[in-house]
């Protein structure tokens, strides 16, 4: 239940008609884990924490970095050098100190994903490399969890809700990971920084929906050109 701070804390959430006090205990109750708390990781961490998501699971290895400020919005100047979980833990706790956050300062591998998602509801995926991708793919099969994956490059972003009731994954989509040698990287290439807000934002509004038992998504795979707002969706099969 909802304590009267809450309550007035999330009150325009609450005066849509479809989240009402309900949908915001759904929030309260869910646990969400987010691997990366860079680019994309930033704003989903945000939104979710903001929207009363009760608890949350920041999993990242790296630290702040000059490189990373004008993206990564979390982080500022007296952050460079420490820990990307404990900078995003300070910030977010003082966000919201209503939600309960759990900290794994670690890469997520085939051999740890199982054991590092098994306690959560839902998976987002904000990281920056295919193992970690595939591993946290293979795990959320495994365990049956829905999945909110998101990618960028440049000013293109990819996303697409997976394993939602059983629906198709990312290996149903690309069956093997590619060679990351022909892969292009945002450290390579570039990135504007509004591109992983904006894309990290519909991250967080995708997993909010599957909270509150909101599919529309599934089995779409969706090609956004943040510059024109173009979208292309390709249908899974």
């Known amino acids: 239940m909802l304590a009267k701070e809450e309550f007035q804390r999330y009150l325009k959430q609450i005066l849509l008609d ?5 949908g915001q205990n759904k929030l309260k109750e869910a646990k969400v884990a987010v691997i990366g708390a860079g680019g994309l990781g930033c704003p989903v961490l945000q939104y979710l924490c903001a929207a009363g998501i009760g608890h949350l699971g920041i999993i990242d290895f790296d ?21 990307k979980v404990q900078a995003a833990y300070k910030r977010l706790s003082e966000q919201n100190p209503n939600t ?65 009731g059983g629906s198709k ?18 450290s390579e290439n570039g990135v504007l920084g509004t591109v992983p807000g904006i894309v990290g934002t519909i991250m967080a509004q995708m997993t909010i929906d599957m909270v509150l038992g909101r599919f529309e998504f599934r089995d779409q795979f969706i090609l956004l050109n943040t510059r024109t707002l173009e979208r292309t969706v390709l249908h899974i099969t």
Not at 18 to 22: A, H, K, Q, S
Not at 63 to 83: A, C, F, M, P, W
Request: aromatic share 12%; hydrophobic share 40%.
């Open 63 to 83: 630290v702040v970095e000059e490189s990373n400020l004008h993206r990564q919005i979390l982080y500022g100047q007296t952050d460079i050098g420490l820990k």
């Open 169 to 186: 994954n990312l290996r149903n989509l690309f069956p093997e990971p590619p060679n990351p040698e022909d892969v292009p990287s945002c």
């Open 18 to 22: 479809d989240i009402g006090l309900y």
């Open 100 to 164: 309960i956050f759990d900290i794994h300062d670690c890469v997520v591998t085939e051999d740890n994903a199982w054991q590092l998602l098994k306690d959560y509801d839902f998976v987002v995926d904000g990281c920056d490399n295919f193992a970690t991708r595939y591993a946290v793919n293979d795990a959320c099969v495994s365990l049956g969890k829905p999945l909110v994956y998101g990618s960028i490059l440049g000013y293109m972003g990819q996303l697409a809700g997976f394993n939602i």
